[in-house]
């Protein structure tokens, strides 16, 4: 297999992880509203079902760490296409927020009225 094919592939797998503790993400943060919404429709103490809305939040607590991780591992990735000398290679169709600078974000330039 070709580098610049790894990278395309690697790219295309990180992604589906990525999309898939998001997606992991909303599933739990729904699960969690609408237990709160039964329980508050149903009339029922605060005290029934606590433990399970426990539970649920720390489900959300390690997708989030999870996603942190997986974040990382697309930088990580990132200097691994560097090394390998596929640089150059783009993968991927979702915009990513500019690299941030010594001085802080770097802005888009643009052409100053005359």
Known sequence: MKRADMVRYGAEQLINAENAIELALCQSATLISE???MRM?????AVVGQDALDSAA???IKLTEARR???QTHGHLNDVKIQI???AV???DV???PKPTPTGMRL???VAAE
């Open 108 to 110: 888009p330039l643009a």
């Open 41 to 45: 429709e149903s009339r029922l103490s």
């Open 58 to 60: 720390d489900v959300i």
């Open 35 to 37: 237990l709160s919404r």
């Open 95 to 97: 915009e990513k927020p």
């Open 90 to 92: 783009a993968a991927g």
């Open 69 to 71: 991780a997986i974040v």
């Open 85 to 87: 000398g596929c640089g």
